[in-house]
């Protein structure tokens, strides 16, 4: 069976990750993604690739730290993303409901653009009420060039359909099971199947079915089966191509099972 990958998981922030990842093993998921906020919790993060060799981690400054940064902050999180299991940039963006003044979340976001095109790594994107202005700068700083995942997409078609032309995909969460979420449902079933990944954003974002609860890594499936029913895919097909489009956006070499899978269809298809 091909596995899952959670694209967006605060592994850091959660009280017991060792059992948590194994729990999410159980039911199929294989590798994540750990993406940073603030400078104080790189270390934290960077620790999380010890609890299992699947574990990689995306460090950055996310709009909410962009308040307190130093240059120093960029000089240390070029070095870590030197280690061997970094594989992006996150989460970085821009939150119109942060108390963090506008112009030092712009700096702090095209600072994070220039280093993903100089370190040749994707983005994982964080957006609050601000995905236009977000598209401009990632249009005008080259963003293009290195892509990346608009993490908990929750916007329209037609702002899924911009940040596609841009070369980014649809981190599709929680969100999508939840009863009042209106558009996304629509949204997931029109997109091309090269546009979708999986995340849990654990401890935030709890699917519907445990609202209340903080998020646990596990939970991916409940995405996993959602994202399943809206486009007719058995729950194998939705492992297979949403690990397949995180594969390829993180540059991690493709499971050996959809190796295996892959080989078939392509002879099956000459
Ligand atoms: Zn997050």
Redesign the pocket.
């Known amino acids: 069976m091909t596995r899952y990958i959670d694209t ?3 592994l850091d922030l959660l009280a017991e990750p060792a059992l948590l990842v194994q729990e999410a093993e159980q039911v199929g998921v294989g590798a994540w993604v750990v ?1 940073g ?1 603030a400078p104080e919790q790189w270390s934290e993060v960077m620790a999380t690739t010890a609890l299992h060799e699947q574990i990689y981690v995306a460090p950055g400054i ?1 709009p909410q730290a962009a308040g307190n940064f130093q240059k120093a902050h960029l000089d240390k999180l070029r070095q870590l993303l030197t280690h061997e299991r970094a594989v992006a940039i ?2 970085v963006g821009l939150d119109r409901q942060l108390d963090v003044p506008w112009q030092q979340q712009e700096e702090i976001f095209i600072a994070m653009i220039r280093l993903a095109r100089e370190v040749e790594k994707p983005l ?1 994107v ?1 957006t609050r009420r601000s995905t236009g202005r977000i598209l401009e700068l990632l249009q005008r700083e080259g963003g293009d060039q290195v892509g990346g995942i608009f ?2 997409f929750s916007g329209s078609l037609e702002t899924a359909r911009k940040i596609m032309d841009l070369g980014f995909l649809l981190g599709v969460g929680g969100v999508v099971t939840l009863r009042t979420a209106r558009r996304l449902p629509e949204v997931i079933r029109e997109v091309p199947a090269e546009a979708l990944v999986l995340e849990t ?1 654990a401890p ?1 974002l709890t699917p519907e079915q445990h609202r209340g609860q903080p998020n646990r890594p596990a939970y991916l499936e409940l995405i996993a089966r959602q994202v399943a029913s809206l486009r007719d895919w058995t729950l194998a097909e939705t492992a297979q191509r949403t690990t397949l489009n995180a594969c390829r956006v993180f540059g991690l070499p493709l499971p050996d099972t959809l190796q295996k899978d892959k080989e078939t269809s392509d002879n099956e298809s000459e």
């Open positions: 967006h998981i605060h993406p906020v996310h996150g989460e994982l964080h993490h908990a954003d935030y």
